[in-house]
């Protein structure tokens, strides 16, 4: 059965998009995003999000969740203009989270801290940074089962930084920079990456049509490229990636 809103409750005062909390017809919470986010960034969030679950990592569970015309009331609070109707994306709400704390990292598995820091090389997200002074680590802590989970992926494919800078910034970045000096590590996540991009006509296919377009009538295609985003995608064999 399709997921479907029947219900938006609030807007959330976290994330810079600012999605949407919704309940729906499989009697679950989703943070949506929809029109407000733009196009581009549910494309990005439904692309990460599937080559992170191909991976394995502890990306939170997301779906396509229709809106109903008739629940976009203008001149709310809800602010339900920024939300639109038919297809979001929407990531299941979790109970019993916080925000990742930096005094947590050190917490983490060592594989664990690697593996997203390399998935984030892999994508080009840059967005995903904490120090003792605070950041946006796009990571949430999992109070019930002490584990991670992993969202926001909608600043993906962005212009290519060098290593320093990617190191420096990044929540897990010095946790790269060892993976960098692991030979046979860089072998095994280079074939992971490869292995899951073997899913990757499945994984665009699945990509409502409404979100290549700008317009509602689907004649405006949006400047988002496969082709470019799967050519980010194959960097990973090359030495620059890894220095």
Not at 180 to 198: E, F, N, Q, T, W
Request: charged share 25%; aromatic share 10%; with cysteine.
């Amino acid at each position: 059965m399709p997921v479907e809103v029947i219900e938006v409750v609030r807007r959330s005062d976290q994330g810079i998009t600012r999605p949407h909390i919704c309940r729906c017809n499989d009697n679950a919470t989703y943070f949506v995003k929809g029109r407000g986010a733009g196009n581009i960034s549910l494309i990005k969030e439904w692309v990460c999000g599937s080559l992170a679950l191909k991976l394995g990592l502890p990306v939170a569970p997301f779906d396509v969740v229709d809106i109903p015309t008739e629940l976009i009331i203008p001149g709310t609070d809800l602010e339900l203009e920024q939300l639109g109707s038919g297809p979001c994306f929407g990531s299941l709400g979790r109970e019993l989270t916080t925000e990742l704390r930096f005094g947590q990292i050190e917490l983490l598995p060592v594989a664990l801290r690697r593996e997203i820091a390399v998935f984030d090389r892999w994508i080009r997200n840059y967005d995903r940074s904490l120090s003792i002074r605070g950041g946006n680590p796009n990571l949430l802590w999992a109070n019930d089962e002490q584990t991670l989970v992993m969202i926001d992926h909608n600043n993906a494919f962005d212009c290519a930084v060098d290593l320093d800078e990617f190191v420096s910034g990044h929540v897990f970045g010095r946790d790269f920079l060892d993976a960098c000096h692991d030979p046979d590590g860089i072998a095994s996540y280079r074939a992971r990456l490869d292995k899951a991009l073997v899913s990757w006509e499945e994984i665009i296919s699945a990509v409502p049509s409404a979100w290549l377009f700008l317009d509602k009538w689907e004649t405006v295609p949006t400047d988002f490229s496969f082709d470019e985003a799967l050519a980010v995608l194959h960097e990973h064999h090359t030495e620059g990636f890894w220095s």
